[in-house]
């Protein structure tokens, strides 16, 4: 027996149903699990807000212009992030 004890059947307009269906080709998923993951997003069953608050943050990142961050202090950048992880590895090694 299946986990999944309902059938919902809704009515959508043509755009909605193409954001469904891109979303679904896109990630390679059915359209059945690109919703419920929207229901799960939007509505937590635990109580696991800080969830729902990371995905939508990990989701707006592809919004960002990186071209211009911002101003908030000096960032890392990938050579430094790796380089620090360099420095961090060798002294655990030395140790």
């Known amino acids: 027996m299946s986990l999944m004890e309902r059938r919902l059947q809704i009515l959508l307009d043509e755009k909605r149903y193409e954001r469904l269906t891109g979303e679904a080709e896109r990630t390679g998923r059915s359209v059945a699990a690109v919703v419920r993951e929207a229901i799960d997003m939007r509505f937590p069953d635990d109580g696991g807000q800080s969830r729902a608050d990371a995905a939508r943050t990990l989701l707006s990142l592809s919004d ?13 950048s990938p050579a430094e992030l790796k380089a620090a992880y360099e420095e961090a590895l060798a002294a655990k090694v030395g140790d």
């Open 64 to 76: 960002m212009d990186v071209s211009n961050p911002p101003d908030d202090g000096p960032g890392e």
